[in-house]
């Protein structure tokens, strides 16, 4: 079955560690987003990747990091920077530009220990 | 940039009907989703309107008026599982790609 993938499902992060979240997709598309949801607020994007070792910052980039080596992954980094991690992650792929639906992974949620 | 509204809450009977209103502000309108979020769970794409009008489908139909800056959701014959939250995300020309959503119409339908 073709879709997208996150995991882990839940994350618990201590002071001043780094996560790692992952995001594979099978659908092969070329366009990768990261989003945070926080209660009450819409989706904010943190980083998109258009094609492989490419990508750009999105809204609230400040804290997280991401790399996009291969086609089919787009991992985000939780870095220690983030003074307020705890939220919803969602990773979201589209087929390629501007114009198409981003299908979004089942999330993963950070919690701060 | 982008203002989307949305209401917060809206709750409505097993059977009925509820219209969920967006309206936004953006300097490049370049297309309007719908999405349906359960708690906990991902968005899942409902519908998308980019030209004027009404697209039907099933029992949701999305509604579009680019003057207006508006758009509506309607859910028709309503069930317990469209108990949900209605995320609504405009794109502008001006940002490739890149959608802005609005906070999400969280719907409770009792029976």
């Known amino acids: 079955d073709g879709g997208i993938t996150q995991s882990p499902k839940y994350l618990f992060r201590k002071e001043g560690q780094n996560v790692t979240l992952s995001c594979e997709q099978n659908l092969n598309h070329d366009a990768m987003y990261w989003y945070r949801q926080d209660p009450g607020q819409g989706l904010r994007l943190i980083y998109y990747s258009q094609i492989v070792n490419d990508f750009q910052k999105g809204d609230i980039a400040e804290g997280y990091s991401v790399s996009r080596e291969k086609k089919e992954s787009f991992p985000l980094t939780v870095t220690s920077a983030q003074k307020n991690p705890t939220a919803f992650y969602l990773c979201?792929?589209?087929?390629?530009?501007?114009?198409?639906?981003?299908?979004f992974g089942p999330g993963t949620r950070l919690l701060v220990l | 940039g982008q203002n989307i509204d949305q209401p917060t809450e809206m709750t409505a009977t097993e059977g009925a009907i509820v219209q969920i209103n967006c309206t936004y502000q953006t300097s490049g309108f370049n297309g309007l989703f719908w999405y349906q979020q359960h708690a906990g769970e991902a968005p899942t794409f409902l519908s998308y309107n980019v030209l004027d009008g009404l697209e039907e489908k099933g029992r949701f139909s999305s509604f579009l008026s680019r003057s207006k800056g508006y758009s509506y959701l309607l859910l028709k014959e309503l069930q317990m599982k469209d108990s949900a939250s209605y995320l609504c995300?405009?794109?502008?020309?001006?940002?490739?790609?890149?959608?802005?959503f609005g906070a999400g119409t969280q719907v409770v339908v009792t029976p």
């Open positions: 979201a792929s589209s087929m390629g530009l501007a114009g198409e639906t981003q299908y």
């Open positions: 995300a405009v794109r502008d020309l001006q940002s490739w790609g890149k959608l802005q």
